[in-house]
Every structure is written in C-alpha cells, then in structure tokens.
C-alpha cells in the first residue's frame, strides 16, 4: 500500500461512514447510545473499544428480518458469509476464509456463542433467533478470543433468562416456495433469584431449483432448532447455564454444471437449460450410502455454564465450561449432470470440552485480566466418493456429449451407451494412443467389460488437539484523553492428525489402466493383460496375481484402510498494542498494532500410490502483521454515529486450500497482503426515521509464488448496504417500512481466480481452460412494511427479498473441478411473505 494511498484513506475516516456501532431499536426510540458491548471481555460503550466493531442488537435483527448468517453479514463491512448449505459455510473476514471442513485444519475467524469458540465451520453455522446481540470485532484477536481469531471474531450472544418479568412471545411467517416458520419464547422466573427461559424455531422451505428427475427440489430450508437457559443471582455470584440444539435436513445442494445442459439419463433427452440459476437434474450413484437421497442430516447440540464471582468491588472471576457435539452427513452430486460420473459425500464429526477462567480487574485509571483456558477437541472427516469408470472415460477423452452423430455437445449421451464395450473400449484404445501405447481393440474391449458402473473409495482424517492457553491485557487510562492498552496470548498445542484411506469395493480398472501406461514396456503389459481378465475388479492381489489395489479419485493406505498417524507439538505468542485519543466524551481516535497467529497444521494426505506411506506435511504457522487506525465519533444530541478505519495487513505463510485430483490439500502459499478502509453511519434524527449505511474497501492479493496477484476467494474489492426504518402513526399503532439495499463486487470462487494455468493435469484430472466461475457485481434489495402497536405488543407485515429477482451464484468450481465439469451453486430468487408476531411481558 503506497504512503500516498495511506494517508488519503487516514484523511477520509471520519468523512466516510457505515450499520452497526450502536444497535438498531424500536423506531420510537431515538435514543441508542445505551448498548453495552464486550468485545474487550469486559462490559464498554462501542466508541470506547479501540477496534473496529459491528453490533447488532436483537431488535434490529429481527427489524430487518435477519435470521441466518449470510443476511446479516451483508450489512457488515468487511464481513461475508456465503451459505453453501449449513453443514460448508464460509465466514470472510476482511477478504481472509474460513471454511474448510478437514479435521485437522484450522479456523481463521472465530465464532463464538456466549464466550465459546463454534468456530470449526461444519458445527458453526446456526440459527439467529432471541439473540441479544451480535459483535463483529476485526482485526487480529488473538489475544481476546483465542487460537481461532487470526482476523477477526463474531459473537453470539443470545438472551438469558431473566428473572425480573415474565415474558411470552410468539412469531408466525408463510411466504413463497412454501416457506414458513414459527419462533417462540417463554421466560419464567423462578422466585426473585433465578429464572429459566427457553426458545425455539422451526423453518420450513421448498428448494427454489427444480428438480427435473423428480422428488424434493434442491436448495430447500428444513431447520428446527431449541435453547434452553438458566440462570441463578446468589448475590456475588450469577450462574448461567444454556443448553443448545439444532437439527438441518434440508434436500440437496444443487452442484449445477452449466457446460452441459440437464438430461434424462435413460433417453439422453433434453429436459432443462444450462443456465446457472435454472433446474438441475441430479441424482446419486445407484447404492452410494446404502442408497440414501442428496441432501444433509446435520444435528449440533452444546451445553455452556458461565460463572461469575465479583470477590470485591475490583476483582471478579469468571470461569465458562463448555462442552459441543456436531455430526453432519451431506451427499451431493458433485458433477453437476444427470449422468453418474461422480457422487460424493462428507461425513464430518467433532467434539470439544473447554475450561477458561478469568480474572478481571478494574481500578483508578487501569483495568486488566488474566487467564488460562484449556481447549480439548476431536473430530473426522470422512469423504466417500463413488465414480462411474465408463462416463469418468468418457469425460476424460471429451465424449461424453459426442458420440451420437449430430447430437450437439452441451447434451450427455444416454447411459445405455456406456455399457457397449464397443464403445467404451475404443475410448480405452484412444487414451492408449495418446501414451504412445498400441492397444489392440480384443484386449480393450475386455478391459472395457471390467469398467465399474460404481466403483467406491473414501478416505477419513482424524484430528485430536489438547491446546492450553495463557493470556492477559491491560488498559491504562494516562489523562483524561489518552490511554493505552497491551494484550499477549500463548498458546500451546499438542496435536494428532490420522488418515485413512481405501477402496470399497475392487480395484479401480480405470485407475489401474491409467496407472499401468506409465509403466516399462514389461510391467504396463502385464498389468494391461492382467487388467483384461474376466472379474479383474475383484480379484485379491497375490503372488499369482500381482495387481495392486488400484484407486481412480485417491490410493489406498497399506492394507487397503488401516490408520497412520503423525504426531505434532506447538507453540507461539500473540500480541497486540492500542493507543487511544479521547478528545471529548463521544468521540475516539485510536491506533492498533497485532499480530495474528494460525497454528501449525499437520496436513494428512492420502498416499501417492496404492499402499504406500499416507502423506502428513507440516504447514509453518500462519501469522499476520496488522496496522490499523480507526475514529468513532457520536454527533448531534448522540443522534449521529460514524466510524471508520483503514488497516494494513501482511502475512506470511499464507495457508490456502488447492484441488489435487478430487483431493483438497491444505498448502503453503508463502506471502500476501491487505489493505482497506471501513465505514459506518448511523443517524437517527426522530422517531420517525433511521438511517444506516456502510462502505468497505479491500485490497486483498497473494504476493508470491504461482497465485502471485491473485485475489483472496470470496472477497469483493468493494461492499456496502444501506437502508431505513421509517415509521409513521396511523391509528392506534404505526405503519413502519424497512427498506435496504446491499451490493458487493465481483468475487472469485478459488483462491487461483479460475485461470486456466492453475488447473491443468495434475492439479485437475481435466484441465479447465474457461475462466467462468466468479460473480460480477450484483444489488440486493429487500423491504418490509408493517403495522404494529405503539408498545410493540404485536405486529403484521409484509416482507420481499432481492426483490427484483437478481440471478446470481454463492458458489462455482467444487468437486467437479478436477473432471473439467465445474459446478455452480444458485443464490437465492425473490422471496416475499406475510408474517405476524407478538410479546407479552417483560421490559420494551
């Protein structure tokens, strides 16, 4: 970033702006400089935390309609969250992704739920509702929210009971698609002291992309989630405990190839378009799991207990325990066609125990905390896949669209074709050739008899971490207008990565017949002869046959499955520096100094060759130097707030994900770089309005190696929303209308920008020479208008999401990738409703 650049972006923070440093209420409440945020572990009003920070409190939730991640990071700067489906988000923060679903991986961006790290992203993305508040702190946070925070960390914290009201409130919508869900609450006193309150949702959604072969539409909604809370005053000590569960099952994601247009199977006839956002026709392999549909069963369930002892009116301690369970299988068609050339599945499991206590200490001018926290965390990833060897020929030697004379090449053949050995074995003889390899059409066609309609293979990684942390920060107020602040964290891992990999049912003829022209003249025309016997799948490797156990998408580990392990112990320290102007009550200048550190990674791998050593590659910490200058200021009787920052960041040994084969391997990409600028506005001039907006701009590109220039995936150069809360009397009640608009940039899909260079053999099976899988820029506009009564008590409204229907994708590249057959994942269309709430009791 050029000085010129810096300082043009430093002299802009106070005149440019953006949603979220003080929380969105009722509109008859003009008043919002009350929220109280704890983004620095401790109770503070946002213009006092020297970080940049986005809260939304409940009421602005569910003002707007916000109930899954993905809708409320719209309205973040500098925050994205992209809803592959709930069991493979992805949470960017300022241009850096969290997302991968390996045991063994690291999560950049934390999450947190009441203090308690979710961050591992198959547990981690739930539902929003009776929130109090979300806090989006960016930046390194390291030192306030652990391992996990390498850029930034969001916060859910959700209502606890309340034993001062009894309350009751209720929630009804139906819309479109036939979507509909309820929200309900109770919270129950119990004596004076203690109460108990529990919360629920059921969300309901037809998939909104046609599934031509018949059954349940893709990309539906089908969620159901519980809480339950528990909360006690014994004077100087407060106990809470929450109980949460979340069950998904919605149908299948729809992995959409736009190269090839949707057929039936059986005939070959046309049934659909290739469009992006148009109906798919997709299906599993015949018998894949035990013959179960595409689509997701995911349940997440954790208890948290947070204690609170204040010893004296300085010191209080505070310890959270927590335990979390999540378990996910998703089965998807990973090749975006009706034919079977690829079905694959994810079966990701986890659980973690944690133990922080704190001691916090505030006096006079300083306030500081100490603490320790134990992390324990296991959990796997298992990956079956199971090809069709004929259609993964065909795709291979590009004729899966091209046999029938005058058949045009977006149309897949019939799967009848595939069975004619005719066919298939001059396929065989073609991929021969280009080996330099004569094969005679007996020899192939009896290799092609072996082909596998379905031939199956999985491998699993495992992960055990034990990591135990020490921590601590402190602020120190020098005048009444400059403090400083310094925080330190080390953490020590000790760490387990297992893998396991094999074949399920023979070897793979085709992996073999690949396999065996590389080989000398001798072997590769042993193998060849031994791979045309009758039964050649299924026959044991022995001395009388010694053909190994090949693979097609991985190799097997020795013995066709059995465990190896590696073994990996780490630490490191995290840090930051604040500095703080105060030049009146409502207004905040600072600067921050962090570093961020991922851990180490012990990458496991399946092996090259069939029965050889699986792979395990240690991967350098990632670390992260970041500058950041930011001021938050409070206008007009505290009816306008803005803030800004701008902030540098280089890192090193930059951890991303590349595709080999059918394979994600975690590697080191060595250094990258970003710089940006965030803004936001508030202003709320009555009770009749309120106005919000924000800007973020972020420069984010790898700076070595193969990617060098290269955009970091999932971040837009440029976002921004803006939106209102209009209210006016009518009656005995109001008439309130939301309206918003949300834009981004365009995004690629992958860390190598989709260039053709980065995806040839053998980082793919087939090289993908188009560059087609990014997003250009698109706006989302969504409005509600409603009537209400004047203490909130109820309301009815209607509500219109993207209403002017914008196409677009979440998602491209995927699995199919490494066959050439990238698949792309639709947004979501116009949703509009009708819904009705109401709240009894409790404080409004």
């Given at each position: ?250 149908a299948g994601t729809a992995f959409k190839s736009i190269a090839y247009r949707p057929t039936d199977p059986v005939t070959g006839a046309v049934i659909g378009d290739a469009g ?569």
């Open positions: 970033m050029s000085v010129r650049s810096f300082t043009l972006a430093a002299t802009s923070l106070i005149a440019l702006s953006a949603p979220a440093v003080h929380a969105q209420g009722a509109p008859e409440s003009a008043d919002r400089d009350e929220i109280v945020v704890t983004a620095q572990l401790r109770e503070q009003d946002p213009i006092d935390v020297p970080i940049a920070l986005s809260v939304f409190g409940g009421e602005q939730l569910d003002r707007m309609g916000i109930e899954e991640f993905d809708e409320f990071s719209r309205f973040v700067p500098g925050f994205e969250v992209q809803n592959q489906s709930p069991n493979n988000p992805g949470f960017v923060m300022r241009g850096i992704t969290s997302d991968s679903g390996s045991a063994f991986n690291e999560p950049r961006v934390s999450v947190f739920q009441d203090g308690v790290s979710i961050s591992k992203s198959r547990g981690s993305y739930v539902e929003l509702f009776d929130m109090e508040r979300i806090e989006v702190a960016k930046g390194p946070q390291s030192t306030l929210y652990g391992r996990g925070a390498l850029i930034g960390a969001v916060n859910l914290i959700q209502n606890k009971a309340d034993p001062r009201d009894w309350q009751v409130a209720g929630k009804a919508s139906y819309g479109n698609y036939n979507a509909w869900m309820l929200d309900g609450m109770a919270n129950m006193p119990l004596g004076d002291s203690a109460a108990f309150r529990v919360a629920g949702r059921i969300r309901q959604r037809d998939g909104y992309i046609e599934n031509l072969l018949g059954g349940r539409d893709f990309n539906s909604a089908d969620t159901w989630a519980v809480r339950g809370a528990f909360h006690a005053d014994l004077g100087t000590v407060t106990l809470d405990v929450i109980g949460n569960y979340q069950k998904d099952g919605p992006r956002n148009s109906g798919a026709a997709l299906a599993p392999g015949a018998g894949f799991e035990g013959g179960l549909p595409l689509g997701l069963d995911r349940k997440v369930w954790g208890v948290t207990g947070i204690l609170n002892w204040t010893l004296n009116d300085r010191f209080k301690l505070t310890s959270i325990t927590a335990y979390r369970r999540f378990s996910a299988l998703e089965i998807f068609d990973a090749d975006g066609i009706s034919l079977p050339v690829l079905t694959a599945a994810e079966d990701a499991r986890g659980r973690q125990a944690s133990q922080e206590l704190r001691l916090t200490f505030e006096g006079g001018p300083v306030t500081a905390f100490v603490g320790a926290n134990y992390f324990h965390e296991s959990g796997s990833q298992r990956t079956p896949s199971q090809f069709d060897e004929r259609a993964v020929l065909a795709r291979l030697t590009g004729q899966l669209a091209g046999p029938i004379p005058g058949r045009p090449a977006t149309d897949p053949m019939p799967a009848s074709l595939l069975a004619n050995t005719v066919f298939t074995g001059a396929l065989l003889q073609g991929v021969a050739q280009s080996y330099g390899v004569a094969l005679a059409a007996p020899q192939a066609q009896a290799i092609a008899a072996n082909l596998k309609a379905a031939h199956g293979e999985t491998v699993t990684n495992f992960s055990r971490t034990n990591a135990f942390d020490l921590f601590g920060d402190v602020t120190v107020r020098l005048s009444d207008s400059f403090e400083i602040g310094a925080g330190a964290r080390y953490s020590h891992d000790d760490k387990r990565s297992r893998l396991t990999a094999s074949v399920l049912n023979g070897r793979s003829i085709l992996g073999g017949f690949i396999g065996a022209l590389g080989q000398p003249a001798a072997v590769r025309t042993a193998l060849l002869q031994a791979l045309a016997a009758p039964g050649a799948a299924s026959i044991p490797p022995s001395a009388a046959y010694p053909v190994p156990l090949f693979g097609l998408g991985l190799q097997p580990t020795a013995g066709n499955g059995p465990i190896e392990a590696a073994d990996l112990n780490d630490g490191g320290l995290t840090w930051r520096l604040t500095a703080r102007y105060i030049p009146n009550a409502d207004t905040s200048i600072y600067a921050t100094y962090a570093r961020g550190r991922r851990p180490e990674v012990l990458s496991a791998t399946a092996p090259s060759a069939p029965f050889a050593a699986a792979r395990f590659d240690l991967l350098e910490s990632e670390t992260v130097d970041s500058f950041e200058l930011g001021a938050k200021t409070a206008l007009a009787d505290r009816t306008l707030f803005l803030d800004g920052s701008i902030f540098y960041y280089q890192y090193d040994n930059f951890q991303t994900t590349v595709q080999q084969g059918t394979q994600f391997v975690t590697t080191n990409a060595g250094k990258a770089e970003s710089y940006g600028f965030e803004g936001q506005m508030r202003w709320v001039p009555d009770d009749a309005i309120s106005l919000f907006a924000s800007y973020a701009y972020n420069h984010s590109r790898f700076r070595t190696g193969v990617r060098d220039g290269n955009r970091f995936r999932l971040s837009p150069d440029h976002s921004a929303s803006v939106g209102a809360v209009l209210s006016l009397p009518a009656g005995p009640g109001r008439i309130v209308l939301t309206p918003s608009l949300t834009w981004q940039s365009s995004v690629f899909f992958d860390d190598d920008n989709d260039r053709p260079a980065l995806q040839q053999p053998p980082a793919a099976l087939v090289a993908d020479t188009i560059q087609d899988e990014l997003q250009k820029g698109y706006a989302l506009v969504n409005a509600r208008l409603g009537y209400e009564a004047d203490d909130g008590a109820w309301r009815i409204e209607a509500f219109i999401e993207n209403a002017f229907d914008k196409k677009y994708i979440k998602d491209a590249g995927n699995t199919g990738d490494a066959l050439g057959l990238p698949t792309f994942i639709a947004g979501e269309p116009r949703f509009y409703g009708i819904s009705a709430s109401f709240r009894f009791g409790g404080r409004r």
